[in-house]
């Protein structure tokens, strides 16, 4: 394994190169830099932190936030009042149907339309014991 050398890295680091961009066609130089390998990491990782912070910021102070899984709801007890008033609905709800289910029955009674029941006793065999 070789061994790390902090004196051979940071020379790497700050070698100096040059960075030509030309025309294909006539080979004229557009655009020539200076760089080292040092300067183009200090500025990625630049330009990495200030895009996290402005996507940070985007979702933090804007409505963006309402629009992601989880987040948007607000605080624990905006949460818990939400919880409580899904929980009435659903029971209010049930409530109606069964009330109009009531009602329904009802009004079939009192029109007389209630069906009637097969109440004829059957002549059902006896059952032996083999027990005796």
Known sequence: MAKFDANSTLKRLRNRYRLVVMNEDT???VVKFKLNRLSVYIALSTLFVLLVGLTVS???FTPLKYYLPGVGYGNAK???EYRVLK???DS???ALEYKQKYF???QKVLE???PRLDTNKL???KVENSDE
């Open 87 to 89: 929980m009435r609905t």
């Open 112 to 114: 007389g339309k209630v």
């Open 92 to 94: 209010i709800e049930q």
């Open 123 to 125: 002549d059902l065999p």
């Open 58 to 60: 985007l979702i933090v």
């Open 27 to 29: 080979y004229e130089e």
């Open 78 to 80: 905006q949460i818990k």
């Open 104 to 106: 329904n029955d009802l």
